[in-house]
């Protein structure tokens, strides 16, 4: 069975800090594919990052960076100078290759104040 | 336009009564889903459905039902409201075909439901 697991429930940062969200699944596939979702306070689900397991390569992409190590099961997003913006819950989810519904983590509430 | 819509993005309703949640794309997907989010816990699957002729259960199917009427379209029923029903409801698409694939989910932009 799949799980993901986002240990920190919320996060508080000042503006400009840098913050990491930490990510840890478990999965028996070999295939499978990582996501990043934020959700601000609006609702809507924003998808953020896409990898699969075969892809290592760490990204960054502006502010938003990911950190992907198989060797400990983890999938981190990192958010330099965070912005006011920037606060949302963000979500972990994992999909194995034969099973394409998608399993969340808990989700990790960052508030950024100015 | 949206490619996947939800309607309506906003119910309140009383204990017991019967409400249908709807779900329309437009990206030609074959599969769909529909989530359940709870404060604090995360989206957890209540339904999926791989093609019309095809319904499966997730995690937490009890006190729901589901309709796929088109390709485009796939249906949320709660026969008898209750209280603990509510919650945010998000629908999702997929296309399984293609290496670059990556069983990415589209979601559509959420019903929040309030049983009183």
């Known amino acids: 069975a799949q799980k993901v697991t986002q240990a920190q429930t919320e996060i508080s940062v000042v503006e400009k800090e840098d913050v990491t969200l930490d990510c840890v699944y478990e999965?028996?596939?070999?295939?499978?594919?990582l996501f990043w979702y934020k959700q601000p306070p609006s609702g809507e689900l924003v998808f953020l990052i896409r990898?699969?397991?075969?892809?290592?390569q760490n990204e960054i992409s502006g502010r938003y960076s990911w950190n992907f190590q198989k060797s400990t099961s983890s999938f981190n997003f990192t958010i330099t100078a965070s912005q006011v913006v920037d606060s949302a819950v963000y979500f972990c989810?994992?999909?194995?290759?034969?099973?394409?519904?998608?399993?969340f983590g808990k989700g990790t509430m960052l508030l950024v104040s100015p | 336009d949206a490619d996947v819509t939800q309607t309506p993005r906003n119910r309140i309703t009383k204990t017991g009564k019967r409400i249908m949640l709807e779900c329309s794309q437009t990206?030609?997907?074959?599969?769909m889903y529909w989530y359940r989010q709870d404060p604090g816990l995360g989206l957890q699957l209540i339904y999926y459905s791989f093609d019309v002729k095809d319904i499966n259960k997730g995690e937490i199917s009890d006190g729901y039902s589901v309709s796929r009427q088109a390709q485009a379209k796939f249906s949320l029923s709660l026969e008898s409201a209750i209280p603990n029903q509510t919650a945010l409801y998000f629908c999702?698409?997929?296309?399984?075909?293609?290496?670059?694939?990556?069983?990415?989910?589209?979601f559509g932009p959420g019903t929040r439901l309030t049983v009183l």
């Open positions: 999965t028996r596939d070999t295939t499978y594919y």
């Open positions: 990206k030609g997907h074959d599969r």
């Open positions: 990898r699969n397991s075969f892809d290592e």
């Open positions: 999702a698409t997929s296309d399984p075909h293609g290496s670059l694939s990556y069983n990415e989910q589209f």
């Open positions: 989810a994992l999909s194995e290759k034969g099973y394409s519904t998608l399993t």
